[in-house]
């Protein structure tokens, strides 16, 4: 694989090892961007959260050779 995809799966691995401080970046990520676009966009970011929060969840319940 690429340098791109090592990276990638580098990047995988440390989320999967760290869920919980990646979950506070994606709500203290979706707030900020809440408060620069002044709520008007809020279903589409919290859709968005929501998304990346399952995709967490997803990978972390697969083996790792399906990963």
Not at 8 to 27: H, S
Request: proline share 1%; glycine share 14%.
């Amino acid at each position: 694989m690429g340098a791109f995809g090592d990276g990638f799966d580098k990047l995988k691995d440390a989320a999967k090892k760290n869920k919980d401080k990646v979950e506070q970046g994606l709500d203290k990520g979706a707030e900020f961007v809440k408060g620069k676009t002044g709520g008007k966009y809020d279903e589409q970011i919290d859709r968005g959260r929501t998304s990346a929060s399952k995709f967490l969840d997803e990978d972390q319940t697969k083996p790792d050779d399906q990963r």
